[in-house]
C-alpha cells in the first residue's frame, strides 16, 4: 500500500520560510512526476508544484513561483518544497501525491502564516 507522510509544518510569520517534506514509500518514486498540493478551509484541494521524473521539470501555481522550489530526491523516495517570503494566502495543509492518478491522500502537514 502506497503512502505518503508530510512533515515539516508549522507556524511562521508572513515573510518567513518553512521546508515540507514528504516521504514516500512507492517504489516506483523515481518514474514518476510528483506534485505539492494544499487545501485551505473551504476551498478545494489545488495542486501548488510538480516535478517531472526524468528531467526534474518543475511547474508552479502562479501565485508561488519566484517562492516556491520544489526537488526530489529519488534515492530517499522523498520530495521537498522551500517555502520563503510566505503569506497568510498560503495558510492551508499542504499534501503529495502523484498528479496522475492519485493515490490515498496522507495525512498532510499544516502550514499557517500569521503575525
Known amino acids: 500500500q502506497v503512502q505518503f507522510v508530510e512533515s515539516g509544518g508549522g507556524l511562521v510569520q508572513p515573510g518567513g520560510s518553512l521546508r515540507l517534506s514528504c516521504a514516500a514509500s512507492?517504489?516506483?518514486?523515481?518514474?514518476?512526476?510528483m506534485g505539492w498540493y494544499r487545501q485551505a478551509p473551504g476551498k478545494q484541494r489545488e495542486l501548488v508544484a510538480h516535478i517531472t521524473s526524468a528531467t526534474s521539470t518543475t511547474n508552479y501555481l502562479d501565485s508561488v513561483k519566484g517562492r516556491f522550489t520544489i526537488s526530489r530526491d529519488n534515492a530517499k523516495k522523498t520530495l521537498y518544497l522551500q517555502m520563503n517570503s510566505l503569506k497568510p494566502e498560503d495558510t492551508a495543509v499542504y499534501y503529495c501525491?502523484?498528479?496522475?492518478?492519485?493515490?490515498?491522500w496522507g495525512q498532510g502537514t499544516q502550514v499557517t502564516v500569521s503575525s
Open positions: 501525491n502523484t498528479p496522475n492518478n492519485p493515490y490515498t
Open positions: 512507492l517504489s516506483s518514486f523515481s518514474l514518476r512526476t
